[in-house]
């Protein structure tokens, strides 16, 4: 079975916009910093998870190799991890990319995956 070209050529840009960004990256000083963290999910981790929710319900199911997904899997806790840095946490993400693609179709909602996936800002007790 073979793999749709553009489907790697766009799991290969979102890996390589964040080890571009590895580097430069430094967690607030201040945290938290709420509008950065929002940026992070609708820059990066949003497009990360929805990448992967079209490519197997797009009405075309498309073959993702075990590399191809490995990767889509370790650039979405990339930032994850630097989504939870805007909070302050210092989190060691190990999410699974199939849960935050189910949790995406239940929310509608790349904010509420990354707050359910890592726990933060965690919710005010009512």
Do not use: K
């Not at 929710?53 to 498309?62: A, C, F, K, L, P």
């Not at 996936?117 to 965690?122: D, H, K, Q, S």
């Amino acid at each position: 079975m073979n793999s749709d070209p553009a489907v790697e050529d766009r799991i290969e840009a979102l890996a390589a916009e964040a080890t571009a960004t590895a580097d430069a990256y430094e967690p607030p000083a201040d945290p938290p910093e709420t509008e950065r963290a929002v940026e992070i999910v609708r820059e990066h981790l949003g497009p990360v998870v929805s990448t992967f929710v079209e490519v197997r319900t797009g009405g075309r199911s498309v073959y993702l190799p075990p590399e191809s997904y490995e990767r889509l899997e370790s650039t979405m806790n990339v930032w994850l991890e630097r989504y939870a840095a805007c909070y302050g946490v210092d989190l060691d993400a190990d999410c699974q990319l199939r849960t935050a693609a189910q949790l995406l179709v239940d929310t509608h909602n790349a904010h509420d995956v990354a707050r359910i996936l890592t726990g933060v800002p965690e919710r005010s007790e009512s």
